[in-house]
Protein backbone atom coordinates (compact mmCIF):
# COMPACT_ATOMS: atom_id res chain seq x y z
CA UNK A 1 0.00 0.00 0.00
CA UNK A 2 1.59 3.61 -1.16
CA UNK A 3 2.04 6.16 1.49
CA UNK A 4 -1.12 8.19 2.15
CA UNK A 5 -3.53 5.34 1.30
CA UNK A 6 -5.63 4.60 4.20
CA UNK A 7 -6.36 1.14 6.01
CA UNK A 8 -9.78 0.43 4.97
CA UNK A 9 -9.48 -1.69 8.49
CA UNK A 10 -9.97 -5.82 9.23
CA UNK A 11 -12.89 -7.21 8.09
CA UNK A 12 -16.24 -7.93 9.99
CA UNK A 13 -15.49 -11.77 10.18
CA UNK A 14 -12.17 -11.12 11.48
CA UNK A 15 -13.78 -8.50 14.21
CA UNK A 16 -16.47 -10.95 15.61
CA UNK A 17 -13.68 -13.55 15.82
CA UNK A 18 -11.57 -11.50 17.43
CA UNK A 19 -13.90 -10.17 19.61
CA UNK A 20 -15.71 -13.78 21.08
CA UNK A 21 -12.02 -15.28 21.37
CA UNK A 22 -11.33 -11.66 24.04
CA UNK A 23 -14.66 -12.26 25.47
CA UNK A 24 -14.28 -16.29 26.21
CA UNK A 25 -10.51 -15.86 27.66
CA UNK A 26 -11.83 -12.83 29.83
CA UNK A 27 -14.63 -15.00 31.20
CA UNK A 28 -12.45 -17.71 31.89
CA UNK A 29 -9.98 -15.89 34.13
CA UNK A 30 -13.18 -14.46 35.61
CA UNK A 31 -14.16 -17.55 36.52
CA UNK A 32 -10.85 -19.01 37.61
CA UNK A 33 -10.94 -16.25 40.26
CA UNK A 34 -14.50 -16.92 41.50
CA UNK A 35 -14.20 -20.68 41.06
CA UNK A 36 -11.60 -20.33 43.94
CA UNK A 37 -14.63 -18.09 46.50
CA UNK A 38 -11.95 -14.59 45.05
CA UNK A 39 -9.43 -15.83 46.89
CA UNK A 40 -5.92 -14.49 45.32
CA UNK A 41 -4.54 -17.41 43.34
CA UNK A 42 -1.33 -18.79 43.95
CA UNK A 43 0.09 -16.62 41.29
CA UNK A 44 -1.30 -13.92 42.54
CA UNK A 45 0.34 -14.04 46.21
CA UNK A 46 3.68 -15.13 44.87
CA UNK A 47 3.88 -11.60 42.05
CA UNK A 48 2.57 -9.42 45.20
CA UNK A 49 5.09 -10.26 47.31
CA UNK A 50 7.55 -10.09 45.09
CA UNK A 51 6.32 -6.68 44.12
CA UNK A 52 6.87 -5.74 48.15
CA UNK A 53 10.29 -7.25 48.36
CA UNK A 54 11.59 -5.01 45.47
CA UNK A 55 10.38 -1.68 45.80
CA UNK A 56 12.48 1.24 45.85
CA UNK A 57 11.52 5.03 45.77
CA UNK A 58 12.78 5.90 42.31
CA UNK A 59 10.42 2.92 40.95
CA UNK A 60 7.05 3.57 43.24
CA UNK A 61 7.24 7.71 42.03
CA UNK A 62 7.55 6.08 38.30
CA UNK A 63 4.75 3.30 38.95
CA UNK A 64 2.52 6.47 40.33
CA UNK A 65 3.44 8.88 37.21
CA UNK A 66 2.11 5.90 34.89
CA UNK A 67 -0.44 5.08 36.61
CA UNK A 68 -1.86 8.71 36.74
CA UNK A 69 -1.30 8.59 33.01
CA UNK A 70 -4.74 5.90 32.75
CA UNK A 71 -7.00 8.68 34.52
CA UNK A 72 -6.01 12.06 32.71
CA UNK A 73 -3.80 11.37 29.42
CA UNK A 74 -5.60 8.54 28.53
CA UNK A 75 -8.42 10.57 27.10
CA UNK A 76 -7.06 12.84 25.20
CA UNK A 77 -4.93 9.64 23.80
CA UNK A 78 -8.48 8.36 23.19
CA UNK A 79 -9.68 11.37 21.31
CA UNK A 80 -6.61 11.27 19.33
CA UNK A 81 -6.93 8.07 18.33
CA UNK A 82 -10.92 7.98 17.41
CA UNK A 83 -10.17 11.61 15.45
CA UNK A 84 -7.67 9.50 12.92
CA UNK A 85 -9.81 6.45 12.83
CA UNK A 86 -13.14 7.98 11.63
CA UNK A 87 -11.72 10.37 9.13
CA UNK A 88 -12.82 11.77 6.80
CA UNK A 89 -15.41 12.69 9.48
CA UNK A 90 -14.92 15.96 11.19
CA UNK A 91 -12.32 16.19 13.92
CA UNK A 92 -14.39 17.34 16.56
CA UNK A 93 -16.89 14.42 15.79
CA UNK A 94 -13.99 11.87 15.98
CA UNK A 95 -12.62 13.38 19.06
CA UNK A 96 -15.72 13.10 20.70
CA UNK A 97 -16.46 9.44 19.63
CA UNK A 98 -13.13 8.67 21.35
CA UNK A 99 -14.43 10.17 24.98
CA UNK A 100 -17.44 8.73 24.84
CA UNK A 101 -16.05 5.38 24.06
CA UNK A 102 -13.18 5.35 27.26
CA UNK A 103 -15.97 7.09 29.38
CA UNK A 104 -18.10 3.98 27.87
CA UNK A 105 -15.53 1.32 28.34
CA UNK A 106 -15.36 2.75 32.17
CA UNK A 107 -18.71 2.38 33.22
CA UNK A 108 -18.43 -1.37 31.31
CA UNK A 109 -15.43 -1.99 33.65
CA UNK A 110 -17.12 -0.65 36.79
CA UNK A 111 -20.51 -2.85 36.32
CA UNK A 112 -18.41 -5.93 35.60
CA UNK A 113 -16.40 -4.76 38.85
CA UNK A 114 -19.29 -4.50 41.14
CA UNK A 115 -20.52 -7.80 39.21
CA UNK A 116 -17.60 -9.88 40.16
CA UNK A 117 -17.30 -8.17 43.98
CA UNK A 118 -13.49 -8.94 44.57
CA UNK A 119 -11.49 -7.24 47.28
CA UNK A 120 -8.64 -5.49 46.89
CA UNK A 121 -4.81 -6.73 47.97
CA UNK A 122 -4.75 -5.33 52.04
CA UNK A 123 -4.63 -1.51 52.47
CA UNK A 124 -1.18 -1.79 54.11
CA UNK A 125 0.40 -2.67 51.22
CA UNK A 126 -0.57 -0.15 49.11
CA UNK A 127 1.33 2.92 47.80
CA UNK A 128 -1.31 5.13 46.08
CA UNK A 129 -5.01 5.58 47.48
CA UNK A 130 -7.62 3.08 45.50
CA UNK A 131 -11.10 2.24 45.80
CA UNK A 132 -13.98 0.67 44.29
CA UNK A 133 -13.45 -3.53 43.45
CA UNK A 134 -10.32 -5.09 41.95
CA UNK A 135 -11.43 -7.43 38.95
CA UNK A 136 -10.95 -6.13 36.31
CA UNK A 137 -8.46 -3.04 36.41
CA UNK A 138 -9.84 0.11 36.03
CA UNK A 139 -6.83 1.57 34.87
CA UNK A 140 -5.16 -1.12 33.12
CA UNK A 141 -8.56 -1.42 30.79
CA UNK A 142 -8.69 2.56 30.46
CA UNK A 143 -4.93 2.16 29.41
CA UNK A 144 -5.39 -0.28 27.17
CA UNK A 145 -8.33 1.27 25.43
CA UNK A 146 -7.20 4.45 25.04
CA UNK A 147 -3.59 2.63 23.37
CA UNK A 148 -6.11 0.44 21.17
CA UNK A 149 -7.84 3.33 19.98
CA UNK A 150 -4.95 5.11 19.09
CA UNK A 151 -3.64 2.32 17.33
CA UNK A 152 -6.63 2.37 15.13
CA UNK A 153 -6.29 5.87 14.40
CA UNK A 154 -2.65 5.24 13.57
CA UNK A 155 -4.20 2.33 11.28
CA UNK A 156 -5.42 4.99 8.62
CA UNK A 157 -4.14 8.06 9.72
CA UNK A 158 -0.23 6.90 9.38
CA UNK A 159 1.84 5.58 7.16
CA UNK A 160 5.23 5.86 7.91
CA UNK A 161 8.34 4.28 9.62
CA UNK A 162 7.00 6.13 12.77
CA UNK A 163 4.33 3.89 13.20
CA UNK A 164 5.91 0.86 14.64
CA UNK A 165 7.27 2.94 17.29
CA UNK A 166 4.43 4.65 18.14
CA UNK A 167 2.76 1.70 18.59
CA UNK A 168 5.46 -0.18 20.55
CA UNK A 169 5.06 2.58 22.74
CA UNK A 170 1.61 2.30 23.26
CA UNK A 171 1.85 -1.13 23.91
CA UNK A 172 4.36 -0.78 26.60
CA UNK A 173 2.27 2.28 28.17
CA UNK A 174 -0.48 -0.40 28.76
CA UNK A 175 1.35 -2.81 30.07
CA UNK A 176 3.92 -0.94 32.14
CA UNK A 177 0.32 0.72 33.83
CA UNK A 178 -0.63 -2.72 34.88
CA UNK A 179 2.30 -4.20 35.88
CA UNK A 180 2.73 -0.86 37.65
CA UNK A 181 -0.61 -1.56 39.36
CA UNK A 182 0.33 -4.97 40.60
CA UNK A 183 4.08 -3.32 41.81
CA UNK A 184 2.01 -0.45 43.53
CA UNK A 185 -0.14 -3.09 45.96
CA UNK A 186 -3.14 -2.05 44.78
CA UNK A 187 -4.08 -4.89 42.43
CA UNK A 188 -4.20 -8.59 42.31
CA UNK A 189 -2.18 -10.03 38.94
CA UNK A 190 -5.19 -11.92 37.43
CA UNK A 191 -6.94 -8.40 38.11
CA UNK A 192 -4.45 -6.79 35.95
CA UNK A 193 -4.96 -9.87 33.55
CA UNK A 194 -8.44 -9.14 33.13
CA UNK A 195 -8.47 -5.69 32.67
CA UNK A 196 -6.03 -5.97 29.90
CA UNK A 197 -8.25 -8.74 27.83
CA UNK A 198 -11.07 -6.48 28.74
CA UNK A 199 -9.02 -3.75 27.32
CA UNK A 200 -8.48 -5.67 24.02
CA UNK A 201 -11.78 -6.36 23.90
CA UNK A 202 -13.39 -3.12 23.88
CA UNK A 203 -11.06 -2.07 21.06
CA UNK A 204 -12.20 -4.77 19.01
CA UNK A 205 -15.57 -3.27 19.59
CA UNK A 206 -14.51 0.28 18.50
CA UNK A 207 -13.14 -0.77 15.45
CA UNK A 208 -16.25 -2.34 14.22
CA UNK A 209 -18.19 0.91 15.48
CA UNK A 210 -15.42 3.20 13.95
CA UNK A 211 -16.11 1.08 10.43
CA UNK A 212 -20.00 1.69 10.78
CA UNK A 213 -19.64 5.20 11.64
CA UNK A 214 -16.82 5.59 8.45
CA UNK A 215 -19.56 3.83 6.54
CA UNK A 216 -22.56 6.19 6.95
CA UNK A 217 -20.42 9.23 6.53
CA UNK A 218 -19.06 7.76 3.36
CA UNK A 219 -22.75 7.23 2.19
CA UNK A 220 -23.67 10.53 3.27
CA UNK A 221 -20.90 12.17 1.30
CA UNK A 222 -21.75 10.50 -1.66
CA UNK A 223 -25.28 11.58 -1.95
CA UNK A 224 -24.38 15.38 -1.81
CA UNK A 225 -21.68 14.74 -4.16
CA UNK A 226 -23.80 13.53 -6.58
CA UNK A 227 -25.00 15.91 -9.57
CA UNK A 228 -28.93 16.57 -9.29
CA UNK A 229 -30.58 15.54 -12.44
CA UNK A 230 -33.67 17.58 -14.63
CA UNK A 231 -35.86 17.31 -11.68
CA UNK A 232 -33.65 18.90 -9.37
CA UNK A 233 -32.93 15.52 -7.69
CA UNK A 234 -29.69 14.11 -6.56
CA UNK A 235 -28.53 11.53 -9.10
CA UNK A 236 -27.71 8.81 -5.98
CA UNK A 237 -31.39 9.35 -4.46
CA UNK A 238 -33.21 8.32 -7.61
CA UNK A 239 -34.48 4.91 -6.94
CA UNK A 240 -32.92 2.81 -10.00
CA UNK A 241 -35.75 -0.07 -11.74
CA UNK A 242 -35.87 -3.06 -9.15
CA UNK A 243 -34.03 -1.09 -6.88
CA UNK A 244 -34.16 1.16 -4.03
CA UNK A 245 -33.44 4.44 -3.56
Do not use: K
Not at 32 to 37: G, Q, Y
Not at 40 to 51: K, Y
Not at 140 to 152: E, S
Not at 174 to 191: E, Q
Request: with cysteine.
Amino acid sequence: MADGDEDPGPPVARLIGLAVSLAVVLAAVIVWVLADHLRPTAWDASLHEAGLDHRAAGLTTVAVAVSASSEYLAYVVAALGAALALRPRPWWFGALAGVLVLAAGQGIRVALAALVGRSRPPEADWEMHAAGFSMPSGHTATATLAAGLLCLGLARGLRNAWRPGIVAALVLWAVLDGVGRVYLGVHWPTDVVAGWLLGALLTVLAAGLFARLRTAGDERGSRAAAPPDRSGRRQADVPRPGGVA
